[in-house]
């Protein structure tokens, strides 16, 4: 069974740095792609960037390059989203998930993440 | 970027009833086009892609259709469970966009 489990919930205050985790199972982790996709509270989804595990090729939004780092250790199954410098506008649920052919088919269960002072 | 439209926005409909949802492309992005539904306090999950195939374990209910710039989701026959979010996602050209979302509730 295909699985992705993220990292659980984190309060962060503006200016911290942050990286979660999302770790597939059940399937051979490094010849699919992995994304991560935000949602804001009450809003709907945004495709954030991908990874490959394989090859480390990496792609992001226009939106959020710069803004984020994506990355992966293969050796663990484990693919991460970080920021070195928090913002209140980055309170969010991120998602990951499987890509197969472009197209998302296994999400992960999605990791909230609350940035106040 | 590709912009995608869903509408309508809300979508009120009796159990048993038909829902269509419709999905416009800003651009043509030929059969590259999945629907996810979400409900509350859930991650999404894969109904359809490659704009007319239904994903592992998607009840015949459910239906795509579509080319180009124009889709279109149809849910034949609206279930207790089948009340939640839909969206529409492109991933014919990066970055990858999805719709806006139309909420499916009860009438």
């Known amino acids: 069974e295909v699985q992705l489990v993220q990292s659980g919930a984190e309060v962060k205050k503006p200016g911290e740095s942050l990286k979660i985790s999302c770790q597939g199972s059940g399937y051979n982790f490094i010849t699919y792609w992995i994304a991560w996709v935000r949602q804001m509270p009450g809003e709907g989804l945004e495709w954030m960037g991908i990874i490959y595990p394989g090859g480390s090729d990496i792609r992001y939004s226009p939106s959020f390059q710069g803004q984020v780092t994506i990355s992966v250790d293969k050796s663990i199954t484990t693919a991460y989203l970080q920021w070195a410098s928090l913002k209140a506008s980055d309170t969010a649920v991120y998602y990951c998930?499987?890509?197969?052919?472009?197209?998302?088919?296994?999400w992960g269960q999605g990791t909230l993440v609350t940035v106040s002072s | 970027e590709i912009v995608m439209t869903q509408s309508p926005v809300t979508l009120s409909v009796s159990p048993g009833e038909r829902a269509t949802l419709s999905c416009r492309a800003s651009?043509?992005?030929?059969?590259?086009l999945a629907w996810f539904q979400q409900k509350p306090g859930q991650a999404p999950r894969l109904l359809i892609y490659g704009a007319s195939a239904r994903a592992t374990g998607i009840p015949a209910r459910f239906s795509g259709s579509g080319s180009g710039t124009e889709f279109t989701l149809t849910i034949s026959s609206l279930q207790s469970e089948d009340f939640a979010v839909y969206y529409c996602?492109?991933?014919?050209?990066?970055?990858?966009?999805f719709g806006q979302g139309t909420k499916v509730e009860i009438e």
């Open positions: 651009q043509s992005v030929s059969s590259n």
């Open positions: 996602q492109q991933y014919n050209k990066w970055s990858y966009t």
């Open positions: 998930a499987r890509v197969v052919d472009k197209c998302i088919d296994h």
